[in-house]
């Protein structure tokens, strides 16, 4: 068996993230999503991604998917992508779409779809087909969270001193104290006297 393993490693190294076909499109390539702020992305514990060009006849749209650590970096990196004018969706418990484009966190994985919003059946093997699905429950900070006045789709959740100084570079990292364990979420309000930040900490105990 370990005569083999060196041949095994290049076909495993190589295998794809997202399927040969959504619905009704193919894949017409394959590549890699450019990624901005990668300490963030670090911190969110980004393990691999992949973005794919579908095309069905005249129509083409683009998928890509980002492999996350567990369930909590992948609802951090969807709160953080997740475009500003974005509505909620059904395609999952948490899912955001706009008129052409959807972003949706499964697992740990985020699945982003632009010109194209798979309908539900198109949609199933796609989260079907992913691999090693983290279904560990996601922190329940956010749901201490005001809602009222928070302006929509502003919250963001951090993990670090990188997600603190990209969000809220107010508050000093000695301040969180990360080393403990440390998580907040972060969100905009709006006041009489104009926007203003709020930060809710976690500190494990």
Same mark, same amino acid.
């Given at each position: 068996?370990?005569? %083999?393993?060196?041949?095994?490693?290049?076909?495993?190294?190589?295998?794809?993230?997202?399927?040969?076909?959504?619905?009704? /499109? *193919?894949?017409?390539?394959?590549?890699?999503?450019?990624?901005? &702020?990668? =300490?963030?992305? &670090? !911190?969110?514990? @980004?393990? #691999?991604? #992949?973005?794919?060009?579908?095309?069905?006849?005249?129509?083409?749209?683009?998928?890509?998917?980002?492999?996350? =650590?567990?369930?909590?970096?992948?609802?951090?990196? /969807?709160?953080?992508?997740?475009?500003?004018? $974005?509505?909620?969706?059904?395609? $999952?418990?948490?899912? =955001?779409?706009?008129? *052409?484009?959807?972003?949706? +966190?499964?697992?740990?994985?985020?699945?982003? %779809?632009?010109? *194209?919003?798979?309908?539900? #059946? !198109?949609?199933?093997?796609? @989260? &079907?087909?992913?691999?090693?699905?983290?279904?560990?429950? @996601?922190?329940?900070?956010?749901?201490? %969270?005001?809602?009222?006045?928070?302006?929509?789709?502003?919250?963001?959740?951090?993990?670090?001193?990188?997600?603190?100084?990209?969000?809220?570079?107010?508050?000093?990292?000695?301040? +969180? $104290? /990360? *080393?403990?364990?440390?998580? $907040?979420?972060?969100?905009? /309000?709006?006041?009489? !006297?104009?926007?203003?930040?709020?930060?809710? %900490?976690?500190?494990?105990?």
């Amino acid at each position: 068996m370990r005569f %083999f393993l060196p041949l095994l490693l290049p076909v495993l190294a190589s295998a794809s993230i997202l399927p040969d076909t959504i619905g009704a /499109f *193919h894949r017409a390539a394959t590549g890699a999503p450019k990624l901005t &702020d990668s =300490a963030i992305w &670090d !911190e969110y514990g @980004l393990k #691999e991604s #992949e973005s794919a060009t579908y095309s069905n006849g005249a129509a083409t749209f683009t998928a890509a998917t980002y492999r996350l =650590a567990d369930s909590t970096g992948a609802m951090a990196a /969807f709160d953080w992508q997740r475009p500003a004018d $974005a509505k909620p969706s059904n395609a $999952a418990d948490l899912a =955001a779409q706009s008129s *052409h484009d959807l972003i949706l +966190a499964y697992g740990n994985y985020v699945l982003t %779809f632009h010109g *194209h919003i798979p309908s539900t #059946e !198109e949609l199933a093997p796609v @989260l &079907d087909g992913l691999a090693s699905v983290d279904g560990t429950p @996601l922190p329940t900070l956010p749901g201490f %969270f005001p809602s009222q006045g928070v302006i929509p789709n502003s919250q963001r959740y951090i993990l670090g001193p990188s997600s603190l100084a990209k969000f809220d570079p107010g508050i000093s990292p000695s301040v +969180a $104290a /990360f *080393h403990l364990g440390t998580e $907040a979420q972060v969100g905009t /309000f709006r006041s009489p !006297e104009g926007s203003m930040t709020l930060a809710l %900490f976690n500190y494990p105990t």
